[in-house]
Nanobody, 123 residues
Framework: QVQLVESGGGLVQAGGSLRLSCAASGRTFSYSAMGWFRQAPGKEREFVAAISLSGGGTYYANSVKGRFTISRDNAENTMYLHMNALKPEDTAVYYC????????????????WGQGTQVTVSS
């Protein structure tokens, strides 16, 4: 069974930084692209970033491009999201996802999801 566990969320002031981690168990990590999505209160879940199996390919939502960096360590079965220059509008529950054949911005392409970690950015 595949499990994804996010960590690293918290409360930070605008302009600050956080690093989210997604620890994966199971074989899925070694053969799938992965992604980060987020959901703010009262809003639909939205794409944040995705990364290819090798880590050589990345894709970002326009709203986070230049501020967030996605990476993965296949030896450690862990994916990261480095978030800099955080804004209040980045406040959301952040979810990691796995199981897609390619680094997609469409959440329907992912089979496995973590439980989410809360990120709150104060102004």
């Amino acid at each position: 069974q595949v499990q994804l566990v996010e960590s690293g969320g918290g409360l930070v002031q605008a302009g600050g930084s956080l690093r989210l981690s997604c620890a994966a168990s199971g074989r899925t990590f070694s053969y799938s692209a992965m992604g980060w999505f987020r959901q703010a209160p009262g809003k639909e879940r939205e794409f944040v970033a995705a990364i290819s199996l090798s880590g050589g390919g990345t894709y970002y939502a326009n709203s986070v491009k230049g501020r967030f960096t996605i990476s993965r360590d296949n030896a450690e079965n862990t994916m990261y999201l480095h978030m800099n220059a955080l804004k209040p509008e980045d406040t959301a529950v952040y979810y990691c996802a796995a199981g897609s054949a390619y680094y997609s911005d469409d959440d329907r392409h992912y089979d496995y999801w973590g439980q989410g970690t809360q990120v709150t950015v104060s102004s």
